[in-house]
């Protein structure tokens, strides 16, 4: 049987370029995928065309919610065309009822435990509409992801790695809880060490949603991947990462570059509203900036998440916080407004409020405003968004913020002027967070 896995770009008439993460998740079915089976890959946001002609069987689409119109697009056609179409991923385990409408059957939750039965059943003629594991993954069983030679990869790609999953803490705005469930999930080390090393590549990105999650299980990692000489970027809580020092400069010694930390707001009440105080642990600016000094001083780029359109949010919050970010010199940032995705407390709340205005999903790219927020309209919070994008990435600014982040010049200056092309392309890829991000 011929399998083709694919992973939709949000806009596939993009033309904009940057450093950009593979599929892990469909790697990882692809590895799962019986040996007897041809498999392949398409993955649209590095690039690769769906072409539909491809005589494939079965066909397997993933998707986040800014990727969902995308995907029923494809899933369209290929049904259209007498296939056979699976969809998995965030926004299909959150509504399946909607993807059924466009799919013959749907995984619910993590895939990668009932991905063989789905091969066998459609084998046997028995396909089900809805597929969901009874138990979150074992980490310790996941094989190596298998990469797709056949994509175009180009020096800006980024190699994706998984060590963990779930997350404890239960932020209003984020669906990681829901999918990952509350409690951390480890591989072995040295499986982890060992894909890094089979990838071939200088650059990796953990995909963990808190690299530092379990401090002594950290350290191990760390100190294996020494002996990997890699370049790599993570996720980390602000306050874990500046808490413990010793713990930063091996991650520095083991190849860290850069470190992706959600501020998320200035404001403790904002950080309260959304659970995120518990994440955050950080109640005022000056304890941020305090934190974000001990990133510096062991030489890692700061990449700050800061989200706009709380109801604690008035209209000079984007000038407070480009103000506050250029003041501690933050090297890279991303501006989201906030966004209801479908399955969190948040959306939860503001359609009980009636506060949700669009169900159109190619609009949930987190910089188009979706609802109606309190402190101030929604075409300001789009606007201001968009504008605290542009000013962070004006040349001048750069430079200036040059000499605190001059232990690698090369990666903050070449991601630094990525991204202010990005902030300034409308109606194209979202211009608010990494490109490496998808």
Not at 230 to 255: F, M, T
Not at 268 to 279: F, H, M, T, Y
């Amino acid at each position: 049987m011929k399998i083709q896995l694919v992973y939709p770009n949000p806009n596939p008439r993009s033309k904009l370029h940057g450093r950009k993460v593979d599929s892990a998740g469909l790697q990882l079915l692809a590895a799962l995928t019986p040996a007897e089976h041809e498999v392949s890959i398409v993955a649209e946001h590095l690039g690769d065309e769906m072409t539909y002609d491809d005589g494939a069987d079965l066909v397997g689409i993933t998707a986040m919610t800014i990727q969902a119109r995308r995907a029923y697009e494809i899933a369209d056609e290929y049904r259209r065309r007498g296939k056979r179409v699976v969809m998995g991923g965030i926004h299909a385990s959150v509504l399946p009822d909607e993807a059924l409408t466009h799919a013959d059957a749907v995984v619910i939750g993590e895939g990668e435990m009932v991905w063989p039965t789905v091969i066998t059943d459609v084998q046997a003629g028995r396909l089900k509409q809805r597929y969901r594991a009874d138990a979150l993954v074992d980490m310790r069983t996941l094989p190596m992801g298998r990469p797709n030679p056949s994509s175009r990869r180009t020096s800006f790609s980024i190699a994706p790695v998984q060590a963990g999953r779930g997350c404890p803490y239960d932020c209003s705005f984020c669906s990681a809880t829901m999918f990952y469930g509350r409690t951390y999930r480890f591989r072995p080390v040295e499986q982890v060490v060992a894909e890094v090393k089979s990838l071939g590549t200088k650059l990796i990105f953990f995909l963990d949603d808190n690299i530092f999650a379990r401090p002594e299980y950290s350290r191990q990692l760390l100190r294996s991947l020494k002996e990997a000489d890699v370049n790599w970027i993570g996720q980390a809580s602000l306050h874990l990462s500046a808490r413990d020092p010793d713990l930063l400069e091996l991650a520095r010694e083991s190849g860290c570059v850069g470190l992706f930390v959600g501020i998320e707001s200035l404001s403790a009440e904002n950080l309260r509203a959304s659970n995120s105080l518990a994440k955050n642990q950080s109640r005022t600016a000056k304890e941020i900036g305090a934190s974000l000094r001990v990133l510096h001083d062991n030489g890692i780029v700061v990449m700050a998440g800061v989200i706009f359109g709380f109801d604690g949010d008035d209209p000079e919050v984007f000038d407070r916080t480009a103000d506050f970010l250029a003041d501690n010199h933050v090297g890279l940032a991303s501006f989201s407004a906030l966004t209801p995705f479908p399955g969190t407390a948040l959306c939860a709340q503001l359609e009980t409020e009636g506060r949700i205005t669009s169900r159109d999903w190619s609009m949930y790219d987190a910089c188009t405003s979706v609802f109606t927020p309190r402190g101030m309209t929604a075409e300001q919070l789009q606007e201001g968004t968009r504008r605290a994008g542009v000013n962070f990435y004006s040349s001048a600014k750069i430079l200036r913020r040059l000499p605190t982040n001059r232990h690698h010049p090369l990666m903050f200056l070449a991601t630094s002027f990525s991204w202010r092309h990005a902030c300034r392309v409308e109606n194209d890829v979202p211009f608010y967070k990494p490109s490496f991000m998808f």
